[in-house]
């Protein structure tokens, strides 16, 4: 590991000059080695971030048949020149992935093959360090690509103190880049008509290392469910509620985490955007007749239509082991 490799340089390069240093210098040793250590938990933070939330579809292997978006080192030639500061750039990429439009969009060509990003939610903290992360780094450069090979390959790392919260929000996110992306490729393929069973989530695999150390099982559930499975149990319906309640009187209602049975579940919300109205919005109008009709035969009991855009539709459930 390159950073490990640092540390130990530096740690050696230090323990020959504390001997005859003064405090001072030793804290300033001491400081040095922790911003070192916390650069490099940031990057395997940027890093998680970006595997499952980002390259799910902005893939970095260069994989063109299952391309559902451009790779992340054409938009990167986009937002970047030698000019663009580092403000201007996270600045950019922020306004885009909290509102991905047509007018706030620059590659009019990248809306044209592959429609427009699906809108997703993140913590702001999250959402900057991603884009400090790909500011500072070239991601088509081959140390890049040596250094997420190596990430790759680690096994997590159960952190002594287990952020749940976050982890379930990581784990929903990646389950919905998922989603997105087979929803996505689908819909392009055979139109939404064709695209109706892949709305499925249980073929969804989740690979954030950290899900498959805690056992992560996600489901997602609904007060208007299409498929019944999908029903929201009482505890789950109150969380819906509230969360509906909250956005209409535009207030924040936070993701919850509660232990049930000696695990921890996380409740994070689904919110509909344009994508979703092809086969939840309004019958006949956003709903084509051919949709229409492959939803009323697979699913006869759906109450899942009528919605319109920035809407609850349900909540991803997320259970954990406890450890
Ligand atoms: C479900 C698939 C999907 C996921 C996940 C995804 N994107 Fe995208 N993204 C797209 C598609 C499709 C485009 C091209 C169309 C467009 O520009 O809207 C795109 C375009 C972009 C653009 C260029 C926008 C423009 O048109 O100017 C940026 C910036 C971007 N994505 C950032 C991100 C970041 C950062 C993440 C992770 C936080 C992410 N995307 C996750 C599908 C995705
Ligand atoms: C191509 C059609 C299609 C599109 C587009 C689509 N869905 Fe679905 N959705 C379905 C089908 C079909 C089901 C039932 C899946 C099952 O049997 O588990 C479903 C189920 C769901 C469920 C599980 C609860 C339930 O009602 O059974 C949620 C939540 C959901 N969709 C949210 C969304 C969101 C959010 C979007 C947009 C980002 C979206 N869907 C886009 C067809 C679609």
Redesign the pocket.
């Known amino acids: 590991m390159k950073t490990l490799n640092k540390i130990t340089a530096l740690s050696i390069l230090f323990s020959g000059v504390l001997l005859s240093c003064s405090e001072a210098e030793k804290q300033l040793a001491e400081d040095n080695l922790l911003v070192i250590n916390n650069q490099s938990v940031n990057e395997d933070k940027a890093l998680t971030l970006l595997k499952t939330n980002c390259f799910t579809c902005h893939n970095p292997d260069l994989d063109i048949e299952n391309r559902v978006a451009p790779p992340w080192f054409k938009v990167r030639q986009h937002y970047y020149d030698e000019e663009t500061t580092k403000e201007e750039f996270v600045a950019a990429i922020i306004n885009f992935i909290n509102n991905p439009t047509e007018e706030n969009s620059i590659m009019p060509g990248a809306v044209r093959n592959f429609g427009l990003m699906?809108k997703m939610s993140f913590k702001a903290e999250d959402l900057q360090l991603i884009a400090e992360y790909l500011y500072d780094n070239d991601i088509s450069s081959d140390e890049w690509y040596e250094q997420w090979e190596a990430f790759e390959k680690k096994t997590a790392l159960i952190p002594t103190e287990i952020n749940y919260e976050d982890l379930g929000r990581n784990i929903a996110n990646e389950t919905k880049a998922n989603l997105?992306k087979n929803?996505m490729a689908a819909?392009k393929e055979k139109g939404?008509a064709g695209?109706?069973?892949?709305?499925?989530?249980q073929a969804i695999p989740i690979t954030d290392s950290m899900s498959v150390v805690l056992n992560a099982k996600v489901k997602?559930?609904?007060d208007k469910?299409?498929?019944p499975?999908?029903a929201a149990n009482n505890d789950e319906l109150e969380y819906i509620e509230n969360w509906k309640k909250a956005k209409i009187k535009g207030e924040k209602f936070p993701p919850k985490v509660v232990e049930i049975n000696n695990k921890m579940v996380g409740y994070y919300p689904?919110?509909?955007?344009e994508?979703?109205m092809?086969?939840?919005g309004i019958p006949e109008k956003q709903i084509n007749t051919e949709t229409l009709a492959n939803?009323k035969k697979?699913?006869p009991n759906d109450k899942?239509m009528g919605y319109s855009e920035n809407e609850i539709?349900?909540i991803f459930v997320v259970e954990m082991d406890k450890k």
């Open positions: 699906p997105g929803l819909v939404a695209a109706v069973e892949f709305c499925n989530i997602r559930v609904s469910p299409r498929n499975i999908n689904i919110e509909t955007n994508m979703c092809k086969c939840h939803i697979l699913y899942a539709r349900g």
